[in-house]
């Protein structure tokens, strides 16, 4: 499993444009590009984190070549809304001790 880390300075103002765009592109690229999803988190008003899943790294690589041209414009709505978009880790998973139900200290 490889994931990769994407932090975003949204604009004032822009959030909820933002939060609609990145849900879009999100699931057109797990419906189109291989992904297996993505997770994104608010930590004020202007900073959101996103971590991406994925198969491997080369399905990441590749994945913009298989995206319908449809998609450029939702990616181009996004990044309107951004004051920078960074890719600040890619890696693949050691361990994953998360789960989907909430801990119950078992």
Same mark, same amino acid.
């Given at each position: 499993?490889?994931?990769?880390?994407?932090?975003?300075?949204? *604009?004032?103002?822009? =959030?909820?444009?933002? !939060?609609?765009? &990145?849900? +879009?592109?999100?699931? /057109?690229?797990?419906?189109?590009? @291989?992904?297996?999803?993505?997770?994104?988190?608010?930590?004020?008003?202007?900073?959101? *984190?996103?971590?991406? =899943?994925?198969?491997? !790294?080369?399905? &990441?690589? +590749?994945?913009?070549? /298989?995206?319908?041209?449809?998609? @450029?414009?939702?990616?181009?709505?996004?990044?309107?809304?951004?004051?920078?978009?960074?890719?600040?880790?890619?890696?693949?998973?050691?361990?994953?001790?998360?789960?989907?139900?909430?801990?119950?200290?078992?």
């Amino acid at each position: 499993m490889f994931h990769v880390v994407y932090l975003f300075d949204v *604009m004032d103002g822009r =959030q909820a444009d933002f !939060e609609r765009a &990145w849900k +879009e592109l999100t699931e /057109a690229i797990y419906r189109n590009g @291989g992904s297996l999803g993505s997770r994104l988190m608010k930590q004020d008003s202007r900073r959101y *984190m996103a971590i991406a =899943q994925w198969p491997n !790294e080369k399905s &990441w690589s +590749e994945s913009p070549a /298989a995206l319908p041209g449809w998609t @450029g414009a939702i990616r181009d709505r996004m990044r309107d809304c951004c004051h920078s978009i960074e890719t600040v880790f890619t890696g693949t998973v050691l361990a994953d001790l998360t789960r989907n139900s909430t801990y119950r200290g078992d």
